[in-house]
């Protein structure tokens, strides 16, 4: 694949990324923050971890979304022999670990690196989600 061709589809695909991923954010915003006060007020330590857990758990399943679709993308461009693979290669890169025990094909190694940017984002953005739920449980 071109490095041109690997630039656009890997911007596509950061734009795709991010817009699951804000998506699901601010659903979970909205729907966390009718049901925040009751936690806070009323709930003790065991409903406060429940729900960090539960943010936890639908920022989890959106990056395995994410990851399905880029690993989707890795194997129709042969950068990866297989689905399973190309998931486990899409959810290393996309969480920034890159252990390196699985490289993309030369033709796609732009692809690849704009999947580890989009993981960049994605983990920022995931963090600050997490960052205010744990304020929000803890405002006055």
Known sequence: MSPLLQILLGLFLNLVTLAIHLTLVTL???????RLSIVRDRG???AKM??????V??????VLLE?????????????VESFKEGIYFAIVTLT???????????GAQLLAALC??????V???????IVEILRRLEAD
Request: net charge positive; proline share 2%.
């Open 116 to 121: 580890a940017l989009a993981g960049l984002f």
């Open 57 to 62: 758990l639908i920022l989890s399943l959106a």
């Open 28 to 34: 979970s915003l909205q729907t966390i923050k009718a």
């Open 44 to 46: 003790g330590t065991l």
């Open 67 to 79: 990851a399905a679709i880029w690993a989707a993308t890795f194997v129709s461009t042969n950068a």
């Open 123 to 129: 983990m920022g953005l995931s963090t600050a989600f």
């Open 50 to 55: 429940a729900f960090i857990l539960l943010s």
């Open 96 to 106: 920034t670990l890159g252990y390196g025990d699985i490289a993309p094909s030369k």
